[in-house]
């Protein structure tokens, strides 16, 4: 009801831009309170991981024949950046961002595979949709939310939750940094139970970013 009321606000003016900042704030104490709530949101959800789900959504995301991502918004950063980390390490992985790709590939996936929706409300109708044709399709269905009730969670056989901490309530800055943890805990335990195929796949693309490097000219 309160952050509902700030959003009905007509005066900016009088409006506070979130929870302990205020428009008069100076940037010291901005740069504060921003940090110290990315920190408590990622400290929260260490303390509150669910470790046996990590592990399910590890070992099956390791043994997949094919890994969808799907999210929109700002959950579909999100599910780039995770593929992009799957990808690395040797996973057949694809996210997907608009919604009628990601339901064309839902539909086409099988129990050998898995689907992962991202959202941090769990009620992106974007995201339910195809995590729920997915597990129609018998693929394990893995949901990242900070809603256990939510429609993502009840889609999922797997639920990995994050802490709902919002620094603004026009934007939530907390709540993306405590999902990126739980993909930063889901990625490297892949890589360990892949660990030939992840080692061989970063050894083999190691050497591009180097290659790509600018060297800096030094002026005479």
Same mark, same amino acid.
């Given at each position: 009801?309160?952050?509902?009321?700030?959003? $009905?606000?007509?005066?900016?003016? =009088?409006?506070?831009?979130?929870?302990?900042?205020?428009?008069?704030?100076?940037?010291?104490? #901005?740069? $504060?309170?921003?940090?110290?709530?990315?920190?408590? /949101?990622?400290?929260?959800?260490?303390?509150?991981?669910?470790?046996?789900?990590?592990?399910?959504?590890?070992?099956? =995301?390791?043994? *997949?024949?094919?890994?969808?991502?799907?999210?929109?918004?700002?959950?579909?950063?999100?599910?780039?950046?995770?593929?992009?980390?799957? !990808?690395?390490?040797?996973?057949?992985?694809? %996210?997907?961002?608009? #919604?009628?790709?990601? /339901?064309?590939? *839902?539909?086409?996936?099988?129990?050998?595979?898995?689907?992962?929706?991202?959202?941090?409300? %769990?009620?992106?109708?974007? @995201? #339910?949709?195809?995590?729920?044709?997915?597990?129609?399709?018998? *693929? @394990?269905?893995?949901?990242?939310?900070?809603?256990?009730?939510?429609?993502?969670?009840? /889609?999922?056989?797997?639920?990995?939750?994050?802490?709902?901490?919002? @620094?603004? !309530?026009?934007?939530?800055?907390?709540?993306?940094?405590?999902?990126?943890?739980?993909?930063?805990?889901?990625?490297?335990?892949?890589? $360990?139970?892949?660990? $030939?195929? /992840?080692?061989?796949?970063? *050894?083999?693309?190691?050497?591009?970013?180097?290659?790509? @490097? #600018?060297?800096?000219?030094?002026?005479?």
């Amino acid at each position: 009801a309160q952050e509902r009321g700030r959003g $009905q606000v007509s005066d900016w003016g =009088t409006a506070e831009i979130g929870p302990e900042i205020s428009p008069d704030d100076s940037l010291e104490r #901005v740069v $504060q309170v921003v940090g110290s709530t990315d920190l408590r /949101a990622v400290q929260q959800t260490i303390d509150r991981i669910d470790l046996d789900a990590i592990e399910r959504a590890a070992q099956a =995301t390791a043994r *997949a024949r094919r890994i969808d991502v799907y999210g929109v918004g700002g959950s579909g950063a999100v599910a780039q950046e995770t593929e992009t980390r799957l !990808f690395r390490i040797g996973c057949a992985v694809r %996210g997907w961002t608009e #919604v009628h790709g990601a /339901a064309t590939s *839902a539909a086409l996936l099988t129990p050998a595979d898995v689907a992962i929706g991202i959202s941090h409300s %769990g009620a992106t109708r974007e @995201t #339910v949709e195809p995590l729920e044709l997915a597990k129609e399709r018998g *693929a @394990t269905t893995v949901a990242i939310t900070s809603d256990p009730r939510s429609a993502l969670a009840k /889609a999922a056989d797997i639920r990995l939750i994050s802490t709902a901490s919002e @620094t603004s !309530f026009l934007t939530g800055i907390g709540g993306r940094h405590s999902i990126l943890v739980l993909i930063d805990c889901l990625y490297v335990r892949v890589a $360990q139970l892949s660990y $030939q195929r /992840a080692s061989a796949s970063l *050894a083999l693309t190691d050497h591009i970013g180097p290659q790509h @490097t #600018v060297k800096s000219r030094r002026s005479r």
